[in-house]
């Protein structure tokens, strides 16, 4: 068992609820295959950097995770599947901060929902 | 003649007066100089110390800094960083870079300005409007939507 990262972004065509329910299909998975999610952050939509398969935007979320190396393999596999993530990213920690992210103390997410709601 | 000689080199060793000749030599000396006078580096490693801040990929503010106009990763003797945590800093922006948080290459994230005294001033905390300045580049892609 080690910590994992993972953070994957979901495309923006798709309804609010549909971001709970990849969040909770990794939940899931991670509870199968004995892991425990530590965190877990919603960083909202944002807009990319670049486009990622024609999106210029993306809803973040990240994942704290105490997972085998082996079932995040498989994890990694589930999130190349679905057609709702564009991109994931799996990091292993030495240690979890219990804080919240650099992300989510400074969010530039107001501006962004202040452009969405146009 | 024979025995001033000795006496003069022995004065003029206790007096310090070559070390001094030598000092205002590599003054005079500018265009050694010049490139690193250029960037003012003064300070030492800015990762390294008690209050160092933590190099972390999701931390886009501050990898932003540590990045080119256009998106490249500065080298060193630029930025001042040190060997170990350069390759840190690399690997971070790189990650940061996968989830589209910063550019590759090309145009400025969300048309921030680039990176200038006045931009490094900003830093701290961040202003409420800090975040309205960042919209602009923004704004054009949701007008046409």
């Known amino acids: 068992?080690?910590?994992?990262?993972?953070?994957?972004?979901?495309?923006?065509?798709?309804?609010?609820?549909?971001?709970?329910?990849?969040?909770?299909?990794?939940?899931?998975?991670?509870?199968?295959?004995?892991?425990?999610v530590?965190?877990?952050e919603q960083w909202g939509l944002r807009t990319l950097a670049y486009p990622i398969k024609k999106h210029t935007r993306g809803y973040y979320t990240y994942v704290?995770?105490?997972?085998?190396?082996?079932?995040?393999?498989?994890?990694?596999?589930?999130l190349e599947l679905s057609d709702d993530v564009i991109r994931y990213l799996t990091v292993a920690i030495d240690e979890l901060s219990k804080e919240p992210t650099q992300m989510m103390k400074a969010k530039n997410r107001a501006a962004v929902e202040e452009d969405f709601s146009l | 003649m024979a025995m001033e000689n000795p006496t003069k080199g022995r004065k003029r060793r206790?007096?310090?007066?070559?070390?001094?000749?030598?000092?205002?030599?590599?003054?005079?000396?500018t265009p050694?100089?010049?490139?690193?006078?250029?960037?003012?580096?003064?300070?030492?490693?800015?990762?390294?110390?008690?209050?160092?801040?933590?190099?972390?990929y999701k931390d886009v503010r501050l990898l932003q800094r540590y990045v080119s106009e256009y998106g490249k990763i500065l080298p060193r003797h630029l930025s001042g960083v040190c060997a170990g945590k350069q390759r840190e800093l690399a690997t971070a922006i790189k990650r940061a870079r996968m989830l589209a948080l910063m550019p590759f290459a090309g145009k400025?994230?969300?048309?921030?300005?680039?990176?200038?005294a006045a931009t490094m001033a900003q830093r701290p905390g961040g202003r409420p409007g800090m975040n309205r300045s960042s919209t602009p580049a923004a704004t054009p892609e949701t007008a046409a939507e």
């Open chain 1, 1 to 36: 068992m080690s910590l994992y990262e993972l953070t994957f972004i979901v495309r923006p065509d798709v309804p609010t609820t549909q971001v709970e329910t990849v969040l909770g299909r990794v939940q899931d998975f991670v509870k199968k295959a004995k892991g425990k």
């Open chain 1, 38 to 40: 530590n965190k877990t």
């Open chain 1, 64 to 78: 704290g995770l105490n997972m085998d190396g082996d079932a995040i393999r498989d994890l990694e596999r589930q």
């Open chain 2, 14 to 29: 206790e007096d310090g007066d070559r070390p001094e000749r030598d000092r205002f030599a590599n003054d005079r000396y």
């Open chain 2, 32 to 56: 050694k100089l010049l490139g690193k006078s250029y960037f003012q580096r003064k300070k030492g490693c800015p990762f390294s110390g008690p209050k160092a801040p933590k190099i972390d």
């Open chain 2, 108 to 116: 400025l994230d969300f048309g921030r300005p680039p990176r200038t």
